[in-house]
């Protein structure tokens, strides 16, 4: 019984952890659309945050956050807002940094 219940347990802890979102790469720049997908799920509210307390970019709606680009501050998944890419934003595969579109 005690055994069944640690099994029970450290299966749920790792399915917890499997479905723990990624942060995004120290670094990099990234589309808010694809911080509010997988692996990285942001929230709206996290990316409306980022967005605010930057000076440089305007107050934007719900709609608006996905075509922003978000830099990537720390190695704990910090993020500021770069830029509000009024043409729309580029996203790029893997590690590659995206950008807006010009």
């Not at 450290?10 to 917890?16: D, I, K, M, P």
């Amino acid at each position: 019984m005690i055994c069944e219940l640690a099994i029970s347990i450290g299966l749920l802890c790792v399915g917890v952890h499997a479905q723990q979102a990624q942060n995004c790469v120290y670094q990099s720049l990234k589309c808010g659309s694809v911080l509010l997908a997988t692996p990285y799920r942001y929230t709206a509210a996290q990316l409306q945050a980022a967005v605010n307390d930057t000076a440089s970019i305007p107050p934007l709606g719900t709609a608006e956050l996905s075509r922003t680009l978000y830099h990537c501050t720390d190695i704990l998944g910090t993020i500021t807002g770069n830029s509000y890419c009024f043409a729309g934003c580029d996203t790029k595969p893997g590690l590659r940094n995206d950008q807006c579109i010009l």
